[in-house]
């Protein structure tokens, strides 16, 4: 499974940016996947911020960006995005994607993820 993130950049505060999973070595149509996006900032733990379920489409969102970050599949284009709106300096890390067979979308895990992107960082300024 190979993982590409894009989308990342800098924004000012209350902007919105889009990033973008692209996945390659399965279809969402063959496996039970869960997509995941996590961040990190220097000296932080990865920080799990919203999966999805490739099968039947269920997600999960950390309670610091629900209602702010959305999280979709395209699966023509094997794809999975992640909108983030009125975005806060907060939110400013490397935001990398993540595959796996089987997570529990809910705990939702760095060390259940078994397949990761290189990462983007999205940098938000006040």
């Known amino acids: 499974v190979q993982l590409v993130e894009s989308g990342g950049g800098l924004v000012q505060a209350g902007g919105s940016l889009r990033l973008s999973c692209a996945v390659s070595g399965f279809t969402f149509d063959q496996y039970d996947f869960v997509i995941g996006w996590f961040r990190q900032t220097p000296g932080k733990e990865r920080e799990g911020v919203s999966c999805?379920?490739?099968?039947?489409?269920?997600?999960y969102y950390a309670d610091s960006v629900k209602g702010r970050f959305f999280i979709s599949s395209d699966r023509a284009k094997n794809t999975v995005y992640l909108q983030m709106d009125n975005l806060k300096p907060e939110d400013t890390a490397v935001y990398y994607c993540?595959?796996?067979?089987?997570?529990?979308?809910?705990?939702?895990?760095?060390?259940?993820?078994?397949?990761w992107g290189q990462g983007t960082q999205v940098t938000v300024s006040s």
């Open positions: 993540a595959a796996d067979l089987g997570v529990t979308i809910e705990t939702m895990k760095a060390m259940d993820f078994g397949s």
């Open positions: 999805i379920n490739t099968d039947d489409g269920s997600t």
